[in-house]
């Protein structure tokens, strides 16, 4: 499928410019119809639909599994990231002085978790200045290794700026020590290849409103199945088991795979849409997407500086960087941004603009143009 194809798949109004991505990026086509399509089976038929939309909910899981690159039944679905994080982080065996690695510029929603877990074990959160470019290059982390590093958990792109971590490059190391390696994808998925296996992580984390172009509501873990044994459900109902359909028994069987995380009742409008956009990328192409959402971030970040803007996102580091231009921002630029309804989020040293695959070069040229 061409990228014109995928654009056309998207919001075409011309009264909004969606340059908040890295924030919530607007549904795609595929995923508002199935939306709709479920929410008039559910109207029409209630329990009815019972076996259909639990085979959609499958059809999503696996679809999301070849993007993560891991099997199916490796990933469980939560209502955000951070409880997806909070499943794996609450749950993880640390001991008292144990140490986790990270980024000292982490989102909340992955930062909270591990420092709430460390807190509750005695364990030591070790934070990770990036550079002064707020770019994050591993060797920064290697360095903080030692025998007591139990997990490294990272985002593979910071929110802040877009600053991309060499994922595959960390994971040669984190394997080779045994550390436990964990990574919140939400940043980078559907926009850059991922390869869960391949760059040898234990476990990732994410959500649904960004680069999957799918309703808010949907986190997901997805964790290697040689662990899944050793960390126990956060959360326990119904569904924590095999096929617990008596209550009065007790001799529920707890299920093998990831599944058991997922202790009751699910999303299913949001689960099956975030399926949909997840077919869409996996048809257009996941390189074919970064191919042209790098290309309009960078028009874009050329622009800024011929205009003299400062530029805090990092280019072209090694390919280390992302989406994400963030700028430093003159007296009128947010009102300019305004004038035209082009959103924008405020974020560490200045103004984030985060461009995607479906955005046209005319937005990126309107947007230049009255930041001039
Ligand atoms: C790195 C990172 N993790 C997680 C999230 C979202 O977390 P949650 O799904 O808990 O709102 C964001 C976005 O806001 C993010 O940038």
Redesign the pocket.
């Known amino acids: 499928m061409t990228i014109a194809h995928f654009k056309s798949q998207f919001y075409q109004g011309t009264e909004r410019i969606h340059f908040n991505n890295g ?1 919530l990026a607007p549904i795609s086509l595929p995923a508002r119809e199935r939306i709709h399509y479920w929410a008039d089976r559910f109207y029409n038929e209630g329990f009815f639909t019972d076996l259909d939309y639990v085979e959609n909910v499958k059809t999503s899981r696996r679809s999301l599994s070849q993007l993560i690159g891991c099997h199916d039944f490796e990933i469980a679905f939560f209502q ?3 409880s997806a994080v909070s499943q794996l982080a609450m749950q993880f065996p640390l001991e008292p002085e144990d140490e986790v690695i990270t980024w000292a510029e982490e ?1 909340g ?2 930062l909270y978790p591990w420092q709430e877990a460390c807190k509750r074990k005695q364990a030591n959160l070790i934070l990770v200045n990036s550079l002064e470019n707020l770019s994050t290059p591993i060797n920064l982390i290697i360095e903080k290794i030692t025998d007591k590093t139990k997990v490294i958990a990272l ?1 593979w792109v910071q ?1 802040l700026t877009g600053a991309r971590t060499d994922i595959e490059a960390l994971g040669k190391i984190t394997s080779e020590r045994g550390i436990f390696f964990f990574v ?1 994808i ?2 980078g998925l559907g926009l850059h290849p991922f390869d869960m296996k391949k760059w040898k992580v234990d476990a990732v984390a994410g ?1 649904s409103h960004k680069w999957l172009f799918s309703p808010v509501g949907v ?1 997901y873990l997805a964790i290697d199945q040689k662990h899944i044994s050793k960390i126990k459900p956060h959360n326990v109902g119904s569904y924590t088991f095999g096929t617990c359909d008596d209550p009065t028994s007790l001799e529920c069987i707890p299920k093998l795979d990831a599944l058991k995380f997922e202790a009751g009742s699910k999303q299913v409008l949001e689960i099956t849409a975030l399926g949909a956009s997840v077919d869409l990328i996996l048809k257009t192409g996941v390189l074919n997407i970064e191919q042209e959402t790098l290309r309009l971030a960078s028009i874009l970040r050329l622009g800024l500086e011929r205009n003299h803007y400062q530029v805090h996102s990092p280019f072209k580091v090694d390919h280390h960087h992302s989406a994400m231009v963030n700028f430093i921002p003159k007296a009128h630029s947010i009102e300019a941004l305004k004038s035209i309804n082009c959103n924008y989020a405020i974020r560490g040293p200045g103004v984030r603009l985060s461009p995607a695959a479906f955005t046209t070069d005319e937005s990126i040229q309107k947007v230049l143009n009255v930041l001039k």
């Open positions: 924030g955000s990231t951070a989102y929603s992955h985002s929110f919140d939400i940043q959500g986190g």
